[in-house]
């Protein structure tokens, strides 16, 4: 009885009305699964291509439906889309800072994206990395970052190296080109991405596996 006691409860039941719906607002001027490319813009973002996909399970391995995964990440330069990153002026207009998928019965994602830069100083440096946001009802959400393989900053990130050798190999992605993937990836690609003109340049693709506790 919190809310009565500050006098905030009221005395009405059973008159509400409901709260009316109202259409979401443009918090972003595009937010899908292609990074490279923003709604209304001409150009294409600048950086070095990447594919990358995966299949979202459970524990016991069972793919997860309706799983909503949302990915975050600096330009090529290392500039975040935010208001209190310092360099904000500087940023890739043509880069869409934000992805959002929404998996289907096969729990299968994939995002088009370019490789972002490090950032911070001596003492706060970020090797590259992507921000991973997955949720679903039902499971616990998942907070997690994808590191690059071979990226020889990896071994100077203090939240890298915070983790165990067994977790770091789980969220390390070793990307290599599309021409080399095998041809089921390709074809995953060719048609999420509408590749019909053939792939984009020295374009790389890396897995990235999310497995999700249910609650
Ligand atoms: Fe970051």
New binding site residues.
């Given amino acids: 009885m919190l809310g009565s006691s500050l006098g905030l409860a009221g005395a009405a039941t059973g008159s509400a009305k409901p709260t009316p719906a109202q259409t979401e607002g443009p918090f972003y001027p595009d937010l899908d699964n292609d990074l490279t490319f923003v709604a209304s813009r001409e150009k294409r973002a600048k950086g070095k291509n990447l594919y990358i996909h995966g299949i979202v399970r459970d524990t016991e391995g069972k793919p997860i439906a309706n799983a909503l995964v949302d990915i975050w ?2 330009d090529h330069q290392g500039i ?1 889309d935010h208001a209190g990153d310092p360099k904000q002026k500087e940023k890739d207009q043509n880069f869409q800072s934000y992805g959002r998928y929404v998996t289907g019965e096969d729990g299968f994602y994939c995002f088009k994206t370019i490789r972002p830069r490090h ?1 911070g100083d001596e003492k706060f440096q ?1 090797t590259p ?1 992507i ?1 991973y946001k997955v949720a679903r009802r039902g499971y616990h959400e998942l907070t997690t ?1 994808l590191y690059f393989e071979g990226e020889a900053l990896n071994a100077k990130d203090g939240i890298y190296k915070g983790l165990s050798k067994e977790d770091q190999a789980l969220v390390t992605v070793s990307f290599g080109p599309i021409e080399e993937a095998p041809e089921t990836v390709q074809a995953a690609m060719k048609s999420a991405f509408k590749e019909e003109k053939g792939w984009p340049n020295e374009i790389t693709v890396g897995e990235f596996a999310l497995v999700m506790k249910a609650v």
């Fill in positions: 990440q600096t975040y950032y970020r990395h921000h970052q």
